[in-house]
């Protein structure tokens, strides 16, 4: 069974750049679809970026060409690259991981489990 941890969070400055990693200690991350999904203070949780098991990607608008979703079946690690981070940037960053996994998912419902999440926090 899947079990996510994530790490690489922290304080940077606006135009500053983290890379956020999600390691799967049951080594089975090959057989998801992954995303990284967000929360700030207040809002909604959102989708960032998600990867099929064929490497498929999605992003949302906000962080389309500055955000990279990336996967390394043999570590079991999903990465999330940031750069030209913005101070709405800021939130708590989660790992999710999906059944389904040649398909997308968009919805926060469309994963089935999640980890522990990691802060990022970007000053201005």
């Known amino acids: 069974q899947v079990q996510l941890v994530e790490s690489g969070g922290g304080l940077v400055q606006a135009g500053g750049s983290l890379r956020l990693s999600c390691v799967d200690s049951?080594?089975?991350?090959?057989?998801?679809?992954m995303g990284w999904f967000r929360q700030a203070p207040g809002k909604e949780r959102e989708l960032v970026a998600a990867?099929?098991?064929?490497?498929?990607?999605y992003y949302a608008d906000s962080v389309k060409g500055r955000f990279t979703i990336s996967r390394d079946n043999a570590k079991s690690t999903l990465y999330l690259q940031m750069n030209s981070l913005k101070p709405e940037d800021t939130a708590i960053y989660y790992c999710?991981?999906?059944?389904?996994?040649?398909?997308?998912?968009?919805?926060?419902?469309?994963?089935?489990?999640w980890g522990q999440g990691t802060q990022v926090t970007v000053s201005s």
């Open positions: 999710a991981a999906r059944s389904s996994a040649f398909v997308v998912g968009t919805k926060s419902s469309d994963y089935g489990y």
């Open positions: 049951g080594r089975t991350l090959r057989s998801y679809a």
């Open positions: 990867i099929s098991a064929g490497a498929n990607t």
